[in-house]
């Protein structure tokens, strides 16, 4: 089976940092996009940051600049550097993936279980 993990969430006080990281483990072939979205009590699922196989990078606009996606493909892991934090980021943050798993067809999205990031006033 194919599994991620995020870690790295926490209290921090605004104008502060975190760098949540996401581990993919399992009988894996490949991973092509890996990604992460926050979801906020009362609000839809979102996308913060996308990184694909080839390094290609995306952010929301309410992250540019502050957010750093990157990965490491020898360790399956990707990671988020959250720099300046602000109250409005306090969200669940989960991380994804788009895997081919060793001896199975087609590419599937995996999911974390979340982690929780507040950001205090």
């Known amino acids: 089976q194919v599994q991620l993990v995020e870690s790295g969430g926490g209290l921090v006080q605004a104008g502060g940092s975190l760098r949540l990281s996401c581990a993919a483990s399992?009988?894996?072939?490949?991973?092509?996009?890996m990604g992460w979205y926050r979801q906020a009590p009362g609000s839809q699922r979102e996308l913060v940051a996308v990184?694909?196989?080839?390094?290609?990078?995306n952010y929301a606009d309410s992250v540019k600049g502050r957010f750093t996606v990157s990965r490491d493909n020898a360790k399956n892991t990707v990671y988020l550097q959250m720099n300046s934090l602000k109250p409005e980021d306090t969200a669940v943050y989960y991380c994804?993936?788009?895997?081919?798993?060793?001896?199975?067809?087609?590419?599937?999205?995996?999911w974390g279980q979340g982690t929780q990031v507040t950001v205090s006033s």
């Open positions: 994804n993936a788009d895997i081919r798993r060793i001896g199975y067809y087609g590419e599937y999205t995996y």
């Open positions: 399992g009988m894996i072939f490949s991973i092509n996009a």
């Open positions: 990184i694909t196989s080839g390094g290609s990078t």
